[in-house]
């Protein structure tokens, strides 16, 4: 490739923010992984574009209704085990019930919750639709965050 050439590292920066986002991996551990610089890594992980930084979308993937449905269940299986309660199931439960009374639409993270669902059975329906799909989503996705800031 001759030298100043632009090169759609599109797909790549949405893998090393899915990487950074969802599963929670540092920027040096996407930047060998994804054999892009740390450098590289670190504009893109502050938001390209007027997005909101990556940091910020890792916030909220963690306050997320699935995160939170997991910290509801290893809890639940503590209390299984016998062991005493860590966490005020009450108090989550009051505090979610208040921010959906509150909402009059549905907020990104359930959006994409519903969508990683649906994206894994339209995989099993028709995998080329899904692709497409995935497009929209992401687009959806990323409007639905703008609309909340």
């Known amino acids: ?5 632009r090169v759609n590292n599109e797909p790549i ?10 599963e929670g991996m540092t920027a040096k551990s996407i930047a060998v992984a994804t ?8 504009r893109w992980r502050k938001g390209i574009q ?3 930084s990556w940091d910020d979308k ?3 993937f963690l306050s997320g209704p699935n995160n939170i449905k997991k910290v509801l269940m290893t809890e639940l299986s503590g209390l ?4 005493q309660a860590s966490i005020d199931v009450k ?9 959906e009374l509150l909402s009059d639409k549905v907020s990104a993270h359930i959006v994409m919750a519903v969508f990683k669902e649906f994206d894994s059975w ?4 028709d995998p080329d639709q899904a692709i497409k799909m995935l497009e929209w989503h992401k687009m959806f996705l990323l409007y639905k965050a703008q609309q909340e800031q």
């Open 50 to 52: 007027g997005d909101i």
């Open 58 to 60: 890792r916030s909220q």
């Open 91 to 99: 108090a989550i439960s009051a505090v979610t019930k208040a921010i």
């Open 80 to 83: 299984a085990d016998g062991k």
């Open 122 to 125: 339209m995989a099993s329906q």
């Open 35 to 42: 054999d892009v610089t740390e450098q590289t890594i670190g």
């Open 13 to 22: 920066r949405a893998l090393a923010e899915r990487m950074f986002v969802e």
């Open 1 to 5: 490739m001759a030298k100043g050439q």
